[in-house]
T-cell receptor
Framework: EDQVTQSPEALRLQEGESSSLNCSYTVSGLRGLFWYRQDPGKGPEFLFT???AGEEKEKERLKATLTKKESFLHITAPKPEDSATYLCAVQGSGGYQKVTFGTGTKLQVIP | EPEVTQTPSHQVTQMGQEVILRCVPI?????FYWYRQILGQKVEFLVSFYNNEISEKSEIFDDQFSVERPDGSNFTLKIRSTKLEDSAMYFCASRGVVGSNQPQHFGDGTRLSIL
């Protein structure tokens, strides 16, 4: 069974203070690892897809990286508007369509 | 930018009643999904739907649940005889056809409250 573990559960940063969120996963044949952002009362908003170890993707202050066992979401010089819950999810070869989510990291950026 | 639309945003229903949650996926997408998120817990897969049939479902998706694409634009989740534990956010998602590992795009959900 695919599993995703995210850490920390919550993270509080000062504006401009860079940090990283961790996503550890076990999956039978990784087809894709996805990062989403979720604001309160909203649905997950797609950020990145990573397909193979060594791959990196960037978008504004966010950079996602992937190894064979984990993924990191690096946040550089965050702003208050980056405050949200960041979700990691995996799709394995066992489930053709199913995506398995972690519980997320709730990020708060303080001005 | 095209988006997934869900209605209603909040549904309050008495236990034992039937409820239908509605979704309009992104127009050129062909794969459709329902997920749920119980308050404070992770997003959980319920069912995937392609070519007018269920392609995969989780253990949560028992005989109480059904899905339908009644026309060319809507995708619905029906819950028969609702239970208190069905209270959750229900998210619809869709994706395009190019590559089975393409990302799914989510709507903003329906908050279902069972009294």
């Amino acid at each position: 069974e695919d599993q995703v573990t995210q850490s920390p559960e919550a993270l509080r940063l000062q504006e401009g203070e860079s940090s990283s969120l961790n996503c550890s996963y076990t999956v039978s044949g990784l087809r894709g690892l996805f990062w989403y952002r979720q604001d309160p009362g909203k649905g997950p908003e797609f950020l990145f897809t990573l397909y193979s170890a060594g791959e990196e993707k960037e978008k504004e202050r966010l950079k996602a990286t992937l190894t064979k066992k984990e993924s990191f979401l690096h946040i550089t010089a965050p702003k208050p508007e980056d405050s949200a819950t960041y979700l990691c999810a995996v799709q394995g070869s066992g489930g053709y369509q199913k995506v398995t989510f972690g519980t997320g990291t709730k990020l708060q950026v303080i001005p | 930018e095209p988006e997934v639309t869900q209605t209603p945003s909040h549904q309050v229903t008495q236990m034992g009643q039937e409820v239908i949650l509605r979704c309009v996926p992104i127009s050129n997408h062909l794969y459709f999904y329902w997920y749920r998120q119980i308050l404070g817990q992770k997003v959980e897969f319920l069912v995937s739907f392609y070519n007018n049939e269920i392609s995969e479902k989780s253990e949560i998706f028992d005989d109480q649940f059904s899905v339908e694409r009644p026309d060319g634009s809507n995708f619905t989740l029906k819950i028969r005889s609702t239970k208190l534990e069905d209270s959750a956010m229900y998210f619809c998602a869709s994706r395009g056809v190019v590559g089975s590992n393409q990302p799914q795009h989510f709507g903003d959900g329906t908050r279902l409250s069972i009294l």
